[in-house]
């Protein structure tokens, strides 16, 4: 079984803009492959006049939010760079153990979505906002701002269109449902370390 | 040799279902992010669980809510009648969402989004839970999406081939009978996978931002989204076409065929926000302009130092009426108030919903009818009286006014409460019940009809309605009141040494008073008010004066403006004042038909005025319509301008008459007695 990859369209976000350009990516992947019974929930974004749908699942919610921040952090820490979010499904198989004293379980990836962001931190683009700076952002920096955030929108727009195309397109690599859970596939959220 | 599935060209029953419900469930999110009233409809989960379509399968077992394990919230009426009407699973499913612009207000209000509008294959008839024609009125539609769902089968002779030459390549579909059960499941998660996608992407669209914006507004908007649901493929026009983005899912592949959905959509829509919107709901506007909400003051009728009127209120405003009243208990803070609000007020009490129109009277109304003395004239000359010269009480009663108070008072005066309003035709117009009292313990019922008497006036601020205040046979009194008010206005101003210019003397009554009729009546012996009225000119020129002021004077000047009521600062002052000049005046003979008549006029006694003079009465009656022209001035209309002299002028006249009414009546008795020796003489 082949690994379909996608790789979605490079975002650039701001700190403060990562929570939700994420939560919106994500909750919008697994929707597709939470094949088990979900009562759809309409979420808007905070920052954007976007609705994305999350399957409902508590526990869904709670590790993706985790994940959103354990790579927040990372961003504080390694400001201004590029990084990716990893979104995987894989099937668990039982390796056959080859020694008496193993007994691993592989992970077969048969779908990894690379979520592509680039953070960029406005402070140290001269766009301070702190006391510091001259109180005087004008109309240019708050133009730019807001059209910065247009920009993103779209862009977060286009990263959804994508991800539609592609689980249309990608149906066949997609392994049978054999339980009743929500999401019916193990998945796994990788940040940058 | 396999036995394929499709040598009928036709699906497995289970395939069948899992396309049927396919169709039933693709409307469903459609409609759902598509039609405003959708969600709000309850849905069980087991609602169709007797559906035809659903008992017909073996797994049919499921509600179809779960079916594609998809739960939705609501059920669309169509997707309700959407079996009945369904006669084949070839039949396309075609949903047209409308842009719908009604022209008519009307027609909005009854415009029901989410109307459903299914035709029925013929395409001609229309299914009942179409909307009436009448219902719709002038209205426009647009397609803003076109959602196809159809189901391709082999028997198509383009695809039927395309499939049998494909199936041979692809990996995917099997035709084995044995085979069902796995084709099922591929099929149900193809088709699961791609609702999934459905839902997010109608999400995505712009319409779906439109049908957010009409749904939670909750306004009635000239835009609506409505949608129609037809069973064969209406192409668009070429204009549309060229206008139109299009998706489409990747199809999925059956065992006989292939389930297509695509859309055709308008990337840019109209901005609803920007689109007038009236609130769905009836409103009562309480903060009309002229509202008692917004006139703060209008509602404090019984607080007597709630004299902040506005100005606008009184003036050449006609939404507004003043109320509060710093009378019938001004106290000096309330004076003080009153004087630097620019506005004249009246007695809250008994006044409610009084329109301010009714008591907006123009300047410009009253400058054009200068000339005319009227009774409407004088009264509203009234304001003017601090400002224009001065009009001396002693005119009328005896000239006992100190100059102090003849000077005009430029300061700011509260209108008392009405005073003299039983006594006033004009206060019958809009007599209030408790305001009707004849007796003298109403002087705040007075004051009341006093500022009725306004209301009314200013109500009718109008010619006509002056005509009719002048022809009221109790406008003398209203004269009488207006002239007391107006100098106890002054007075009480003077009091609270607002007045400047106005002296007080020992008796003067102040504002401070409280509506005690009695202790306005003692204290104003001595009338230092400055009885506020003017000529005609002088009316003018002192509303003009008094416009410019800074509000001192503008109580009084809106009085003056309204034309109507002096602006007594208290209602007991005012009477006070002027029965005390009515008192210290000289009695007159019944022979003055003006006293009779004034005595007819004034039900309370206390209220007789006394004549002032005959001349001027005579000339007053000959002006005025007033049958009762006793006052003379009150009822010919705008009055004269007093002075001190003339205020002595008129004693001297006062004077002279009663001299004259002895020497008659001397005479008269002595012509009497005369005759009467001369019928006795006859007699005997």
Not at chain 1, 64 to 69: A, F, M, N, V, Y
Not at chain 2, 170 to 192: A, D, F, Q, W
Not at chain 2, 317 to 337: K, L, R, V
Not at chain 2, 525 to 543: G, I, K, M
């Amino acid at each position: 079984m082949n690994c379909e990859t996608c790789q979605l369209k490079e975002l650039v976000v701001e700190p403060l803009e990562i929570r939700d350009v994420l939560r919106c990516i994500l909750h919008t992947i697994v929707f597709h492959r939470a094949l088990g019974l979900v009562r759809p929930k309409d979420v808007d974004c905070e920052l954007f006049e976007i609705t994305y749908v999350q399957c409902g699942d508590a526990e869904l919610e709670r590790k993706i939010d985790e994940k959103i921040d354990l790579f927040i952090g990372w961003v504080e820490k390694h400001p201004n760079k590029k990084s990716q979010v990893c979104l995987s499904f894989y099937e668990v198989r039982n390796k056959q153990a080859t020694w008496m004293f193993s007994n691993k379980t592989e992970r077969l990836y048969w779908e990894q979505w690379y979520i592509n962001l680039h953070v960029i931190n406005t402070k140290t683009h001269g766009k301070s906002h702190n006391s510091k700076a001259p109180i005087n952002p004008g109309d240019n920096a708050l133009e730019e701002s807001s059209s910065r955030r247009a920009s993103l929108e779209s862009a977060l727009h286009e990263v959804l269109f994508q991800i539609i195309k592609f689980v249309n397109e990608k149906k066949d690599h997609i392994p049978s449902v054999t339980n009743s859970e929500v999401i019916s596939f193990p998945y796994e959220i990788t940040t940058p370390r | 040799m396999a036995s394929s599935p499709c040598n009928s060209y036709s699906e497995p029953p289970i395939i069948e279902q899992v396309i049927t419900e396919f169709f039933a469930k693709s409307l469903h999110i459609i409609l759902e992010s598509r039609s405003p009233f959708v969600s709000s409809r309850n849905y069980s989960l087991d609602h169709f669980a007797s559906s035809p379509s659903s008992s017909s399968s073996s797994s049919s077992s499921r509600p179809r809510d779960k079916w594609f394990n998809l739960a939705l919230r609501g059920c669309p009426a169509a997707l309700e009648n959407f079996d009945l009407w369904r006669q084949s699973n070839l039949e396309p499913l075609v949903v047209d969402v409308l842009l719908v612009r009604q022209s008519s207000t009307m027609d909005m209000t009854r415009l029901s989004p989410g109307r459903c509008l299914l035709r029925n294959p013929s395409g001609k008839d229309k299914f009942p839970m179409s909307p009436r024609q009448d219902e719709l009125g002038t209205r426009s539609e647009k397609i803003i999406e076109r959602w196809i769902v159809q189901y391709e089968s082999r028997k198509n002779s383009n695809f039927g081939k395309e499939m049998y030459l494909g199936s041979r390549k692809s990996s995917g579909v099997s035709h084995h009978s044995s085979e069902i059960p796995t084709l099922y499941k591929k099929t149900y998660k193809r088709t699961t996978v791609m609702l999934r996608s459905l839902y997010l992407f109608v999400r995505l669209l712009p319409a779906y931002k439109l049908f957010r914006e009409l749904n939670s507004s909750g306004r009635i908007r000239p835009l609506s989204l409505s949608h129609r649901i037809n069973f064969f493929i209406e192409p668009f026009t070429q204009a549309e076409d060229a206008e139109m983005n299009q998706f489409s899912f990747v199809p999925i592949d059956t065992p006989c065929g292939r389930l297509c959905l695509c859309v055709s959509y308008l990337p840019i829509l109209e901005d609803v926000s920007s689109e007038p919107s009236t609130p769905l709901s009836t409103q009562f506007i309480m903060d009309y302009v002229g509202s008692p909400t917004t006139d703060p003051f209008k509602r404090f009728q019984s607080l007597p130092s709630a004299g902040l009127a506005r100005r606008h209120s009184w003036s050449n405003d006609h939404g507004g009426m003043p109320s509060g009243s710093p009378s019938p208990s001004p106290t000096y803070s309330d004076s003080q108030a009153v004087h630097y609000n620019p506005t004249v007020h009246l007695p809250p009490h008994h006044l409610h919903d009084q329109p301010r129109s009714a008591i907006s009277i123009p300047r410009n109304a009253l400058a054009a009818r200068k000339k005319n003395t009227s009774f409407e004239d004088y009264l509203s000359s009234f304001p003017f009286s601090a400002a224009s010269s001065p009009f001396t009480p002693t005119h009328f009663y005896g000239g006992h006014l100190p100059n102090s108070l003849l000077r005009s008072g430029s300061a700011p005066v509260s209108i008392p409460s009405s005073r003299h309003g039983r006594n006033c035709g004009l206060l019958d117009q809009a007599l209030p019940p408790s305001s009707s009292k004849p007796t003298r313990p109403g002087y705040s019922s007075q004051t009341d009809l006093l500022r009725a008497q306004n209301t009314s006036a200013s109500r009718t601020s109008s010619p006509e309605g002056k005509l009719q205040t002048k022809k009221d046979p109790l406008s003398l009194g209203d004269f009488q009141t207006g002239i007391s008010s107006a100098k106890a206005f002054s007075f009480g101003k003077d009091e609270a040494g607002t007045l400047p210019g106005l002296k007080c003397s020992s008796t003067c009554i102040p504002l401070s008073r409280s509506s005690s009729r009695l202790s306005l009546l003692d204290g104003f012996d001595d009338s230092e008010f400055d009885y506020p009225f003017a000529d005609d000119e002088d009316t003018t020129e002192s509303c003009n004066r008094l416009e410019l002021s800074e509000g001192k004077d503008q109580v009084s000047l809106n009085l003056e403006t309204r034309g109507l009521v002096p602006v007594p600062r208290s209602p007991d002052a005012v009477v006070g004042a002027l029965v005390r000049m009515l008192n210290t005046a000289p009695p007159l003979r019944q022979d003055l038909s003006n006293s009779v008549r004034s005595s007819q006029v004034f039900r309370d006694e206390s209220w007789i005025p006394r004549i002032q003079h005959k001349e001027d009465m005579e000339a007053e009656v000959e002006k005025s319509e007033s049958p009762v022209s006793s006052s003379g001035i009150t009822a010919s209309g705008l009055p004269k301008p007093r002075t001190t002299a003339d205020a002595l002028a008129e004693l001297r006249s006062y004077k002279e008459m009663k001299e004259l009414l002895v020497k008659q009546g001397g005479s008269q008795s002595s012509d009497d007695n005369c005759k009467d020796k001369s019928a006795d003489r006859d007699s005997s």
